[in-house]
């Protein structure tokens, strides 16, 4: 039995069931994704894969936020149209599914974008509004935050407290600070046609109504990075749940931030990297391991120096399975013991840890060396390929300082002959030199 941390319970909990439903937040594809992306959706995944590796079948709903500020704001600044919109979505998407697959991900049958589901949309606030929950203000829609009392149980915060805190922004017609958008107005013919006049949905409804759409009024599991904890999920909890009145997923799961120099990658600092510029470097077979070498919600520190350590692990990982045959089933209590690990909230590091523990008993035994790497490429989702090296085009600049190290060896000036070693690898270039 699988055990995952709920965030809204603080407990490790279970689902007892032959299918289950899971929804996560997808992407807005204003941009590429970036290392944190990449986490969060490697982490999903190994959830994703685990169930099924023990014959459970999983409903995997991951939406496109097409529709969005940030993309508005993009098709303004390259086009000098916001409403070219959707060419700006068109490429990320396509952008992001092309670094999840290399990260491994198993591709999703249920991915839906928000625009293809305004009907959806417009259905699930008009219902709200009925139902009393949200209110209409010269063509804007809002959620009445009054009406739903748990607001904020979620990331355990009282309302009064986030009253006092938020900024104020006040639109006019808002009840209360905390009353967000369910539908924003436009002007006259533009976007879509409601029941309020032209306008667009906010973003929190999309989850709301995507998730009631594709996989039912209450589901498993629903997932996200932190970030989305507050206010995010703390809304979408508001509008299912007052609409539908139970609760809307069983189980909240959350996984950790990225941090350059201990602080939180975010754009705004420009502290990021994207997945497609670190792939240049590092294989992403590579990153996926980096990612799966910490616990899921445990914060991780990322630089290219610990991804050289995670690379020459992972590359120890496929010498020893590469002439190894994959098992099916074997009864071991070591087996047991590194699927318990997976099993008890997806603790990854334990289950390397104890891969590299008993290392030598698992070599020793080739049944289970061959079930163990069953773990690896189907729950990791690891394809312990040999990894390709990247090639060096050797450029004029990279030519002068071989050269000048070449002559350094000789002149027996060892200090700047590592000097220049280390300028080299920093353009890629490994040397490997033989005794002089
Ligand atoms: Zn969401």
């Not at 969005?68 to 979505?89: C, S, T």
Request: glycine share 6%; charged share 25%.
């Amino acid at each position: 039995m699988i055990q995952l941390m709920n965030t809204l319970s603080g407990k490790k909990e279970s689902r007892a069931s032959k299918k289950l439903l899971m929804y996560v937040c997808g992407v807005t594809p204003y941009d590429h994704a970036h290392i944190g992306h990449g986490r969060c959706y490697v982490a999903f995944d190994v959830i994703y894969r685990l169930y099924s590796f023990l014959g459970v079948e999983v409903v995997y709903c991951r939406n496109f936020t097409d529709i969005d500020d940030k993309l508005l704001h993009r098709a303004h600044i390259e086009f000098g149209d916001r409403l070219r919109y959707h060419e700006i979505a068109q490429r990320y998407i396509e952008s992001f599914t092309r670094d999840v697959s290399a990260l491994g991900c198993i591709p999703l049958r249920v991915e839906p974008r928000v625009t293809d589901n305004i009907a959806q949309i417009i259905d699930f606030i008009e219902k709200l509004i009925s139902a009393g929950h949200a209110y209409e203000s010269q063509g804007d829609v809002y959620f009445d935050i009054e009406t739903f009392p748990e607001y904020g149980k979620l990331s355990k915060q009282k309302t009064e407290d986030l009253c006092a805190g938020v900024r104020v922004d006040i639109r006019e017609g808002k009840k209360n600070s905390l009353d967000f958008a369910l539908w924003k107005s436009e002007p006259e013919g533009q976007f879509w046609q409601s029941p309020w006049g032209y306008g667009r949905p906010g973003w929190h409804i999309e989850c709301s109504a995507l998730a009631k759409t594709y996989l039912g009024e209450h589901i498993d599991i629903h997932g996200g990075g932190l970030d989305l904890l507050f206010p995010h999920h703390e809304n979408e909890i508001a509008q299912t749940e007052s609409l539908y009145g139970a609760p809307f997923a069983h189980i909240w799961v959350h996984n950790g931030f990225v941090t350059i120099n201990k602080e939180k990658m975010s754009k705004s600092l420009g502290n990021f990297f994207m997945l497609h510029e670190v792939f240049e470097k590092f294989d992403p077979m590579v990153v996926r391991y980096y990612f799966l070498m910490h616990h899921y919600r445990a914060p991780i520190e990322f630089s290219f120096e610990l991804l050289e350590v995670a690379q020459k692990n992972y590359e120890k990982i496929v010498r020893i399975f590469a002439e190894v045959e994959l098992g099916v089933t074997y009864k071991h209590p070591i087996f047991d013991a590194m699927m318990e690990f997976l099993c008890d909230d997806i603790n990854t590091p334990g289950f390397l840890g104890t891969f590299f523990e008993y290392l030598a008993d698992i070599q020793a035994d080739k049944q289970l060396l061959g079930v163990v790497k069953a773990i690896f490429t189907d729950i990791l989702g690891l394809t312990l390929q040999p990894i390709a090296k990247k090639e060096v085009v050797i450029t004029p600049e990279i030519q002068q300082l071989l050269d000048e190290r070449k002559k350094a060896r000789q002149e027996k000036n060892w200090k700047y002959s590592d000097e220049l070693r280390d300028r080299l690898k920093s353009l890629g270039v490994e040397v490997h030199d033989e005794k002089i």
